[in-house]
């Protein structure tokens, strides 16, 4: 069984462990140690604790049968972007391995577009690996487009990712 809630500032911990351990699964092969572990380290209880105690930023949790499977974060628009319409940034949705294909993502992009409606956003913008297809794929279903290329840098490296946009 899944189920959703919404982060609380007790949950810090929680969402530290998993925005690492999702990170580190999906994303870890690809960097210098000591890249991955300068990235990871931003990705703590206090920084999570700030966030959740910001009303900027919303965060839900999913689990399935009890057990932690991921998150969706969003918030102001952080990506060099000029929006001529509100918007907000679909910060980070983020699932364990274990957990792909089951639909918890699914529930998690209507979540942030129902929230992201209801704080008066028109569009809803996002960064992706370029080279993440699994991830592109889906976000076009929803109907993102392509924006411009954004530079993610993890420790010294820079990622070629891709800014999307979605009109809601």
């Not at 911990?13 to 960097?31: C, I, P, V, W």
């Not at 980070?92 to 792909?100: A, G, I």
């Amino acid at each position: 069984m899944t189920d959703f809630r919404d982060a609380t500032i007790a949950d810090a911990a929680l969402l530290a462990d998993l925005s690492r351990r999702s990170f580190t699964e999906t994303f870890g092969h690809l960097y210098r140690p000591e890249d991955l572990q300068a990235f990871v380290e931003r990705l703590n209880e206090a920084g999570w604790a700030g966030e959740l105690a910001n009303p900027a930023y919303e965060v839900r949790l999913a689990y399935s049968d009890g057990e932690p499977a991921g998150f969706a974060k969003l918030g102001p628009i952080t990506l060099p972007v000029t929006p001529d319409v509100p918007a907000l940034e679909l910060r980070q949705l983020y699932l364990l391995k274990p957990f792909h294909g089951l639909g918890i993502a699914d529930e998690l992009m209507a979540w942030l577009q129902t929230r992201a409606r209801a704080r008066g956003a028109q569009e809803l913008y996002l960064s992706v690996w370029s080279q993440n297809e699994r991830a592109r794929r889906f976000y076009a279903r929803y109907g993102f487009v392509y924006v411009g290329p954004y530079a993610f840098m993890v420790g010294e490296q820079a990622d070629e990712d891709e800014i999307m946009k979605l009109v809601l």
